[in-house]
């Protein structure tokens, strides 16, 4: 019997059924087909994709040596050059080939020690400008995002315009890239979206804006913190401001510095005695130990650190008084090691410590002069 034969049997027997079963046999072929075609579609692009990537990983090696070879050797190529010769190692230069391209260029922008003015030999070449102005129109926020993030690695200023219309989008993730990409990117008014940041910063978020500031401040345009620190009303946000200003060292804020120790979140006041140590204010002493005992733990613990940062040789008796009147076992160990570091004089106070104390405070000492051995 034939197959088609056997097929217009199956359909004068169907058409002896019941409607409803009808209607049951000939949706349940529909759905078989359909499911028989996607898996044989998903198999063919899942074979191709895993095809394309091996041969992608496969190049990756000889990608990266012309990279580098164009970067920092002192030949010179022309754009001709590098298009055919990145063409001979992938094949037909496609969408997947030039973000291959651009990936291996972020990772040795990332990885390398050397510095070179090259990458745009590269990324004229290649085309990525009008690559980059793809993945800014696709409708993938993954790739809009991933854009940010190449754009900024590999400095592209250019882009500002294009992540500026994601600044507002209602995508709270793809508005955060955006906003913090323009802080890096923008040469004309980076920081115009310091005022709107929302919600508590995470520490990852932390980490972006870090990154951000430092391009910003290693083109020399990183400006004072002290108007965000005065009057946002974001205290996540201040306190990382407070943080970077002295990692970067900014001067010129020490009033502001100084009025955020009577701010009512602790957590302010904290980072803001830290700033101050690490900023070496040292006419603040005075202060800090006059709020000592007003201050909750956080805040102590910061004085304490603030103080022997400064190591002025002038509140040895009063690191001394504070060991003990502390009961926490930790703030005593912390104020031990601000006393064992606290100059010569400090050594020696620390020393008539250990002869005078007795019972848990003893242990305590001795621990801070010899973490690594146990007493009992």
């Given at each position: 019997m034939s197959f088609v034969e056997w097929f217009l049997t199956f359909v004068y027997r169907i058409k002896t059924y019941p409607l409803i079963i009808q209607i049951t046999i000939v949706l349940t072929l529909i759905f078989l087909v359909i499911t028989i075609c996607t898996v044989i579609i998903v198999y063919i692009i899942r074979k191709r994709y895993n095809k394309q990537q091996r041969k992608i990983q496969e190049n990756t090696p000889k990608t990266r040596m012309l990279f580098e070879d164009v970067l920092f050797n002192d030949k010179n190529y022309s754009a001709e050059e590098i298009f055919n010769r990145f063409e001979d190692i992938l094949g037909e230069i496609n969408e997947e080939n030039l973000d291959f391209g651009l990936?291996?260029?972020?990772?040795?922008?990332?990885?390398?020690?050397?510095?070179?003015?090259?990458?745009?030999?590269?990324?004229?070449?290649?085309?990525?400008?009008e690559h980059l102005e793809e993945k800014f129109r696709s409708r993938s926020n993954s790739k809009?995002?991933?854009?940010?993030?190449?754009?900024?690695?590999?400095?592209?200023?250019?882009?500002?315009?294009?992540?500026?219309?994601?600044?507002?989008?209602?995508?709270?993730?793809?508005?955060?890239?955006?906003?913090?990409?323009?802080?890096?990117?923008?040469?004309?008014?980076?920081?115009?979206?310091?005022?709107?940041?929302?919600?508590?910063?995470?520490?990852?978020?932390?980490?972006?804006?870090?990154?951000?500031?430092?391009?910003?401040?290693?083109?020399?345009?990183?400006?004072?913190?002290?108007?965000?620190?005065?009057?946002?009303?974001?205290k996540s946000l201040v306190i990382f401001l407070v943080k970077m200003v002295g990692h970067f060292k900014q001067k010129g804020i020490d009033d502001i510095l100084i009025e955020k120790l009577d701010d009512?979140?602790?957590?302010?006041?904290?980072?803001?005695?830290?700033?101050?140590?690490?900023?070496?204010?040292?006419?603040?002493?005075?202060?800090?130990?006059?709020?000592?005992?007003?201050?909750?733990?956080?805040?102590?613990?910061?004085?304490?650190?603030?103080?022997?940062?400064?190591?002025?040789?002038?509140s040895l008796s009063f690191l001394q008084q504070a060991f003990d009147d502390s009961n926490n076992t930790d703030t005593k160990k912390i104020i031990a090691e601000a006393i064992l570091n606290y100059s010569y004089e400090g050594r020696v106070a620390f020393q008539n410590l250990k002869t005078t104390l007795k019972g848990f405070d003893q242990t305590i000492l001795q621990h801070v002069e010899t973490p690594l051995i146990k007493f009992k």
């Open positions: 990936d291996v260029l972020v990772q040795i922008k990332n990885e390398s020690e050397y510095e070179s003015n090259n990458y745009d030999e590269i990324i004229n070449a290649l085309g990525l400008i809009v995002i991933d854009a940010f993030q190449q754009a900024f690695v590999l400095e592209l200023s250019k882009f500002d315009a294009q992540i500026l219309q994601y600044a507002y989008s209602r995508n709270k993730k793809l508005r955060n890239e955006a906003r913090n990409s323009y802080l890096a990117l923008s040469a004309t008014d980076p920081y115009r979206f310091f005022n709107e940041i929302e919600g508590t910063l995470t520490k990852w978020d932390e980490i972006e804006l870090l990154q951000y500031l430092k391009l910003q401040n290693e083109r020399g345009n990183l400006e004072g913190l002290g108007k965000w620190i005065n009057y946002s009303k974001n009512e979140d602790a957590m302010v006041r904290s980072v803001s005695i830290d700033t101050i140590g690490i900023l070496n204010l040292k006419q603040i002493e005075p202060t800090l130990i006059e709020r000592y005992y007003t201050e909750p733990e956080i805040c102590q613990v910061a004085i304490i650190k603030t103080i022997q940062k400064f190591n002025t040789g002038l």
